[in-house]
């Protein structure tokens, strides 16, 4: 899809500025896009939901997804919240990680293969 058509569905992300930011900058002229309904979604979800909830959000799933490598207690917060979603009895075999399907094995070199 051409660059402009992924702005068609998402007129509030300016994806011309994000290419740049990234680094990217203007050697890219189309992307695939396998499901456009997302980012339709996406912009709906952008224009309605206030800025303070995305940051709360954001800032959820930054601590979460990188708990294991902070300090003590921010892990034993995430490992008890995760224990109650999830109903784990003990932390993986390092004494300090969680294992959840959705954690990737790269971020994690000391998981086990499966």
Same mark, same amino acid.
Request: aromatic share 10%; charged share 20%.
């Given at each position: ?5 992924v702005?068609k569905l998402?007129?509030?992300?300016s994806w #011309?500025?994000?290419?740049? #930011?990234?680094?990217?900058? $203007? ?12 980012y339709?979604a996406?912009?709906?979800?952008l224009e +309605? ?5 995305? $940051?709360?959000?954001?800032?959820? +799933?930054?601590?979460?997804? #990188?708990a294991?490598y902070?300090?003590?207690q921010?892990?034993?917060d995430?490992?008890a ?7 784990? $009895?003990?932390?993986g075999?390092d004494?300090k990680?969680?294992w ?8 994690k ?5 499966s």
């Open positions: 899809m051409p660059l402009a058509g702005q998402t007129p509030l992300i #011309n500025a994000w290419l740049k #930011n990234s680094g990217i900058g $203007k050697t890219i002229d189309s992307v695939i896009v396998r499901q456009p309904e997302f339709t996406l912009n709906t979800e +309605h939901t206030p800025v303070e909830e995305w $940051k709360s959000y954001l800032e959820a +799933h930054l601590v979460s997804d #990188n294991v902070l300090d003590q921010t892990f034993s995430y490992f919240y995760r224990q109650t979603l999830t109903g784990a $009895k003990a932390r075999r004494g990680e969680c959840t399907r959705k954690s990737p094995r790269w971020a070199p000391w998981a086990s293969s």
